[in-house]
């Protein structure tokens, strides 16, 4: 059984919608914390936390919240 996706487009929103508020976040919170560290350790850092954060929380939440909008004229 295929199932379809939502838009490039509004899959990119999602996302966006959701990485935007964490990167504030790491960089207001999590950044000071890693100062001291030399920067590509700290993007390393920052980077992993947000892409789990992202993958397995943040993402998965909106496309629950977003449902309707996102699977409007998907053809199923």
């Given at each position: 059984?295929?199932?379809?996706?939502?838009?490039?487009?509004?899959s990119a929103t999602v996302v966006w919608l959701g990485l935007f508020p964490l990167l504030l976040l790491a960089e207001?919170?999590?950044?000071?914390?890693?100062?001291?560290?030399?920067?590509?350790?700290?993007?390393?850092?920052?980077?992993?936390?947000?892409?789990?954060?992202?993958?397995?929380?943040?993402?998965?939440?909106?496309?629950?919240?977003?449902?309707?909008?996102?699977?409007?004229?998907?053809?199923?």
């Amino acid at each position: 059984m295929k199932t379809s996706q939502p838009a490039r487009w509004k899959s990119a929103t999602v996302v966006w919608l959701g990485l935007f508020p964490l990167l504030l976040l790491a960089e207001n919170l999590i950044g000071p914390l890693l100062g001291g560290l030399p920067g590509p350790l700290r993007l390393a850092l920052v980077s992993a936390v947000l892409v789990l954060a992202m993958t397995y929380l943040v993402v998965p939440a909106l496309q629950r919240i977003l449902h309707n909008w996102l699977t409007t004229g998907v053809n199923k």
